[in-house]
């Protein structure tokens, strides 16, 4: 902080650089930060003498960013804002409420929390929650959020994670497309394959058949937001390859049903991320646990609907 210090005139030159690259003028930054125009100028004259660059160019129509200034601009605007951010938790932790972002995919929000949403809620009245979806496969930092989702390999010690459970998988569709009515004769209708495009779609070949009757060429469909691969399944538009960590829900109700007696598995773990530049609030830690614990709520009832698949002891 010291040095951020050193690279400023004051700390007042980013706010008023701030209101003016958003305003895209002197005037109307002088109106907000209620200062004279002529002041909001030199103080911006005087910020890029500082720092021996142009900030914006200055037209009749008003003040435009320089690349420069676009630069500075968007990361004072990340950082305003999660200064902003913090704040908000502040006067919510005075007032009871907590704030918890989490980092899943869409597909984890939509198909397995959602379902169950008002008894998180009801077990954690006192926070709002947040989050920082991801369409396609879990991947990237736990930056910016309390708790993200990830997918490590077993080799990886990961000391800020919790294990959930290993990575399974199970063809899944709807029990319609199961019950397959064998077309007339001298006609074959092949299965349709549903794939997340960014994952391999070679799993097929590991299965030799599945439980649909069907026997002719497959066909293929292929979206890049798992939650609508698993949606498709659900309205009976093929197979997929279900991620327990999503799918749950939808097995145990008899949305969805396997699709084959045979599971996929990785070697890869699921687990649960805070990150490592902070440590874990404590209503953080119980949200991360909850999830845990209600999964495997779900898979001892699913290992009971469909012990031949041997589910629960492949992932733990």
């Given at each position: 902080?010291?040095?951020?210090?050193?690279?400023?005139?004051?700390?007042?030159?980013?706010f008023?650089?701030?209101?003016?690259?958003?305003?895209?003028?002197?005037?109307?930054?002088?109106?907000?930060?209620?200062?004279?125009?002529?002041?909001?100028?030199?103080?911006?004259?005087?910020?890029?003498?500082?720092?021996?660059?142009?900030?914006?160019?200055?037209?009749?129509?008003?003040?435009?960013l320089?690349?420069?200034?676009?630069?500075?601009?968007?990361?004072?605007?990340?950082?305003?804002?999660?200064?902003?951010?913090?704040?908000?938790?502040?006067?919510?932790?005075?007032?009871?409420?907590?704030?918890?972002?989490?980092?899943v995919?869409?597909?984890?929000?939509?198909?397995?929390?959602?379902?169950?949403?008002?008894?998180?809620q009801?077990?954690?009245?006192?926070?709002?929650?947040?989050?920082?979806?991801?369409?396609?496969?879990?991947?990237?930092?736990?930056?910016?959020?309390?708790?993200?989702?990830?997918?490590?390999?077993?080799?990886?010690?990961?000391?800020?994670?919790?294990l959930?459970?290993?990575?399974?998988?199970?063809?899944?569709?709807?029990?319609?497309?199961?019950?397959?009515?064998?077309?007339?004769?001298?006609?074959?209708?092949?299965?349709?394959?549903?794939?997340?495009?960014?994952?391999?779609?070679?799993?097929?070949?590991?299965?030799?058949?599945?439980?649909?009757?069907?026997?002719?060429?497959?066909?293929?469909?292929?979206?890049?937001?798992?939650?609508?691969?698993?949606?498709?399944?659900?309205?009976?538009?093929?197979i997929?390859?279900?991620?327990?960590?999503?799918?749950?829900?939808?097995?145990?109700?008899?949305?969805?049903?396997?699709?084959?007696?045979?599971?996929?598995?990785?070697?890869?773990?699921?687990?649960?991320?805070?990150?490592?530049?902070?440590?874990?609030?404590?209503?953080?830690?119980?949200?991360?646990?909850?999830?845990?614990?209600?999964?495997?709520?779900?898979?001892?009832?699913?290992?009971?609907?469909?012990?031949?698949?041997?589910?629960?002891a492949?992932?733990?």
């Amino acid at each position: 902080m010291s040095e951020l210090r050193r690279m400023l005139p004051s700390g007042n030159a980013l706010f008023v650089f701030e209101a003016a690259a958003r305003s895209g003028s002197f005037t109307a930054a002088a109106a907000e930060l209620n200062v004279t125009q002529p002041a909001v100028s030199r103080m911006l004259a005087r910020f890029e003498q500082y720092l021996g660059v142009r900030l914006f160019d200055r037209t009749a129509a008003g003040a435009t960013l320089t690349e420069e200034g676009d630069l500075l601009f968007r990361r004072v605007l990340d950082g305003f804002r999660s200064i902003e951010t913090g704040l908000r938790e502040i006067e919510k932790r005075r007032s009871g409420t907590e704030t918890v972002t989490l980092s899943v995919s869409t597909a984890f929000t939509t198909h397995w929390l959602m379902p169950r949403i008002d008894k998180l809620q009801r077990q954690f009245p006192g926070v709002d929650l947040r989050f920082q979806l991801i369409s396609g496969s879990l991947r990237g930092p736990v930056e910016n959020v309390d708790l993200g989702m990830r997918f490590s390999s077993q080799d990886d010690p990961q000391p800020n994670g919790a294990l959930v459970m290993k990575e399974v998988m199970v063809p899944i569709c709807s029990p319609a497309y199961r019950q397959f009515d064998a077309p007339t004769k001298g006609q074959a209708e092949g299965n349709t394959i549903i794939n997340l495009a960014d994952t391999p779609a070679d799993w097929v070949s590991k299965y030799s058949e599945f439980l649909t009757g069907r026997i002719g060429a497959s066909k293929a469909l292929s979206f890049s937001d798992y939650a609508i691969v698993v949606q498709a399944a659900l309205l009976g538009q093929g197979i997929a390859l279900g991620w327990l960590t999503v799918t749950s829900h939808w097995l145990l109700t008899g949305a969805l049903v396997p699709a084959s007696a045979t599971l996929t598995t990785t070697g890869r773990l699921c687990k649960l991320v805070y990150p490592p530049n902070r440590p874990i609030r404590p209503v953080v830690a119980e949200i991360r646990d909850w999830i845990a614990e209600e999964l495997r709520n779900d898979l001892v009832k699913i290992d009971r609907l469909y012990p031949k698949l041997g589910l629960l002891a492949a992932s733990y």
